[in-house]
């Protein structure tokens, strides 16, 4: 069974930091990439960032970058994306979703195979 879980989510002030994972079971880690998307309330799925199978090349949104880091641990088979200076618009359900192949930019929500749950993210003023 394919199974994508997030965790590390929670309630932070503004210009704290928070450390996502995603681990990972149930398919070959190394032969997938991994993105991070997240929703806020009222608004569509956006993605935020990912990070590619075999090369680990990185890609972030342009209004994320330098605040957010996403790296991997393949002996963990778990992706992590640490969020630093948070601020209130970052509020919003993170998850995490893998496609087969070697991609270094989002895509689209369809090109991706599997899923996690999500996990909420509250940044407070």
């Known amino acids: 069974e394919v199974q994508l879980v997030e965790s590390g989510g929670g309630l932070v002030q503004a210009g704290g930091s928070l450390r996502l994972s995603c681990t990972t079971s149930g398919f070959t880690f190394d032969h997938y990439s991994i993105g991070w998307f997240r929703q806020a309330p009222g608004k569509e799925r956006e993605g935020v960032s990912c990070i590619s199978n075999s090369e680990g090349r990185t890609y972030y949104v342009p209004s994320m970058k330098g605040r957010f880091t996403i790296s991997k641990d393949n002996a963990k088979n778990t992706v992590y994306l640490q969020m630093d200076s948070l601020e209130p618009e970052d509020t919003a359900v993170y998850y995490c979703?893998?496609?087969?192949?070697?991609?270094?930019?989002?895509?689209?929500?369809?090109?991706?195979?599997?899923w996690g749950q999500g996990t909420q993210v509250t940044v407070s003023l």
């Open positions: 979703a893998a496609r087969y192949g070697s991609y270094y930019y989002i895509g689209a929500e369809w090109e991706y195979d599997y």
